[in-house]
Structure formats: structure tokens, C-alpha cells
């Protein structure tokens, strides 16, 4: 028998207790931050199921695809046999998640908000696969890196700044969303901080009145810098006036996952060019 077998628990971010007979052999992630969690927590060779857009680490882009993460293919998703379905809250159609429940798969649900939370995401999927030590590993790199950074910030000159998540409609981050967290981290002020939703909805009249010092977007793509070129129409706003208009990979710093520490030193290194700009 095996030395990782037995009963494993873990309670998802619906603070429901999740238990398996015998750590996972055959999971499937529901979402493509689900399943960087799962490479990241030491069980990317136990990922049998993926969705639409699962595209990192390059590994993940040999796995069967059974729909996006607004529609799986329920069908396809039974046929591959998982042990443990990794949902996101906030993602995959509640009604689907539940019927995989009533049809006896086990469900854990996922939806990290800050970096402490992403931690404990990796921290409990190595668990629930038996993969503690990579899993281990993989959590406190992660954890070191994002403490360092705020450290090496903790005394810098605030920058009001506006992150941009959506060109249309306008849409930012409020002080709750992990990219907030960052913000806060590299010395940064998020103009929308005290807004009510976690990626609310806004009016270019909004951004104008608050002036931002310095603007960061992520854009449709990995390279595209369109939407920081629009702000370029309104020469009055500091940041355009700075030339703070700062493109972030948004795969680094839009998915709450390790590679949010990456996205993170770019945000930091962007507000620091900003000051220098004074």
C-alpha cells in the first residue's frame, strides 16, 4: 500500500469539509486558475480534465478540454472518471457544480481573493493529492517573495493609481480584490478603493476626476497595450502627462496564482518609475 494512502479533508472557500477515501489520482479543474493551483500544489500529472483557456504551465494544454468554465460538457467530464472536481465559485454555473455533487463526485471549491488565501489554496490541494512537499514548497516560495517585495516597499512614497481590469464597459478593482492587495503592497493608492463590488463598473468621468498619478492595465492580450493608448486622448490626466501608462501581462497578475508574485514585481517596479517621474 501506498504511503500516501489514506482518508485526506480539506474545507473549500465555501467552508464546506471536502473527503476523499485516498488522495486524488484523477482531477479535474474547472477554470484555468483552478488549474494552475493544481500544478502549482505538485499534482499537475494527476490533472485529467481542463477548460477553455488553461494555458499555463504548457503542460496543461495536452489535457482533454470538456468546455469553458461558464459551460462543461458534463458528459465528456464523467467519461474521464475524476475522483475531485476543482470548481470556482464565482465561475462555473452553481446548478452544474451541484449536479456533479448529487452524481457523488467530490466538488472543492475555490475562489482565493488575497495572497495569504492563495497560499492556503495550494496548501490544501497538496493535501487533497498527497502532495504536501512540493505543494509545501511551492506555497512558502511564494509567501517569501510577496513578504519581501512588501517589505522592500513598506516606506515608498504613495502613487494614486488606476488599475484598468476591462476596456468595455470600464471596469476596476476595489480595495478588496488581491490586485488591491498589491497595489496596497507596492506602495500604491487605488483611486476606487472604497467602491461596493470587487470589479466594478465605471465612467471615464470617474478616472478623470480622480487623476490617477500612474494607470495600469492588462489588456486583451498578453502584448496588447490598446487600452493604455486611449487614456492618451486626455493630456490633463497626470499619468498622461508622466507618460505613467504601465502594461501588466494580465495572465501575471489577473489569475490569483503563483504567478501573481511575477505580476506583482512588475506593478512595483511600474510605481517606482512613476516616482522617479516627479
Known amino acids: 500500500m501506498s504511503a500516501l494512502a489514506g482518508e485526506r479533508c480539506a474545507v473549500d472557500d465555501r467552508g464546506h469539509e471536502v473527503c476523499l477515501a485516498a488522495p ?8 484555468p486558475g483552478a488549474t494552475e493551483l493544481v500544478f502549482a500544489a505538485g499534482a499537475g500529472e494527476r490533472v485529467v480534465a481542463v477548460v477553455a483557456h488553461s494555458d499555463y504551465p504548457p503542460e496543461a494544454a495536452k489535457v482533454p478540454s470538456v468546455g469553458n468554465h461558464t459551460r462543461v460538457d458534463l458528459e465528456a467530464l464523467l ?3 475524476p475522483d475531485l472536481v476543482i470548481g470556482w465559485i464565482t465561475g462555473n454555473p452553481a446548478e452544474q457544480l451541484e449536479r456533479l455533487e448529487r452524481l457523488g463526485l467530490p466538488v472543492f471549491q475555490i475562489e482565493p481573493r488575497g495572497i495569504e488565501e492563495i497560499v492556503s489554496a ?4 497538496a493535501h487533497l493529492a498527497g502532495s504536501e512537499a512540493t505543494g509545501g514548497a511551492e506555497a512558502a516560495r511564494f509567501r517569501r517573495g510577496m513578504a519581501e517585495l512588501a517589505e522592500r516597499h513598506a ?3 504613495p502613487v494614486s493609481v488606476f488599475y484598468q481590469v476591462w476596456d468595455s464597459p470600464l471596469m476596476t478593482i476595489n480595495d478588496e480584490h488581491w490586485i488591491g492587495e498589491v497595489i496596497r503592497l507596492c506602495g500604491g493608492v487605488n483611486v476606487f478603493a472604497n467602491l461596493d463590488r470587487l470589479a466594478p463598473r465605471i465612467s471615464e468621468e ?3 476626476a480622480t487623476d490617477p498619478e500612474a494607470i ?3 489588456g486583451m492580450g498578453e502584448e496588447n497595450r490598446d487600452w ?4 492618451t486622448r486626455y493630456p490633463e490626466l497626470t499619468a498622461v502627462a508622466r507618460e505613467n501608462l504601465f502594461f501588466v501581462p494580465p495572465s501575471l497578475i489577473q489569475r490569483p496564482t503563483p504567478r501573481l508574485l511575477e505580476g506583482s514585481r512588475r506593478l512595483c517596479d511600474a510605481l517606482e518609475v512613476a516616482r522617479g517621474r516627479r
Not at 25 to 30: H, K, N, S
Not at 122 to 125: F, K, N, P, V
Not at 228 to 231: G, I, S, T, Y
Open 24 to 31: 486524488a489520482e484523477r482531477i479535474a479543474a474547472l477554470s
Open 79 to 81: 467519461a474521464l472518471a
Open 122 to 125: 495550494i496548501e490544501r490541494l
Open 155 to 157: 516606506e515608498s512614497a
Open 206 to 208: 470617474a478616472v478623470l
Open 216 to 218: 495600469l492595465a492588462g
Open 228 to 231: 493604455l493608448d486611449h487614456w
